[in-house]
Structures are given as C-alpha cells and as structure tokens.
C-alpha cells in the first residue's frame, strides 16, 4: 500500500464524522457566519461588504455539500446532490 491509499484509509472516517457533525451543527453555522458576516460588514462600514457576501455564501455552499452528500450507486464514491446520474439501463419503453 501505498502512502497515498493509507492517507486515503485514515482520512475517510474522518470525512465521514466532519459530514456527520455539520449536519448536525448546519443551521448553527450557517446563523454563525450570518452573524459573522455582519459584523465585519458594520465594521468595514460596507467597503467589502460585495466580497464579505460572496465568502458567506461560498462557505454556506461548502456546508450544504458537507450536509448532503449521498452515496453513488455503482462505485460508493460520495457526489454531489446536483451531480448529473447516469442513464438508467433497460429496454425503452
């Protein structure tokens, strides 16, 4: 085995427990960076306030991709809600 497959091996539960807490902990976050994001825009007096909005939503993407990822069919491997499934197999209809 390789070091990168046994990084691969050590890493995974860990994935699995991150994924697990941020769909616990997700709307805490989420009015966490809300809060966050509020303040340091009074703060700056709205300067960044473009900049501060696109990290918040950036952040807040990160959390719903951590919250629902779902198992691929064939290959286990985790993907993306929006990430496009292949073609069912079978005869047309």
Known sequence: MGLLDNLKDKIGPAKEKVSELAHQSG??????LDKAAKLVDEKTKGKYHDKIHTGT????????????????????????PDAPQPPASGPPS
């Open 57 to 80: 939503d950036k952040a807040k993407g990160a959390m719903e991709r951590l919250t629902h990822r779902d198992t691929g069919p064939a290959t286990g491997r985790q993907t993306p």
């Open 27 to 32: 709307d805490k976050v989420e009015r966490g």
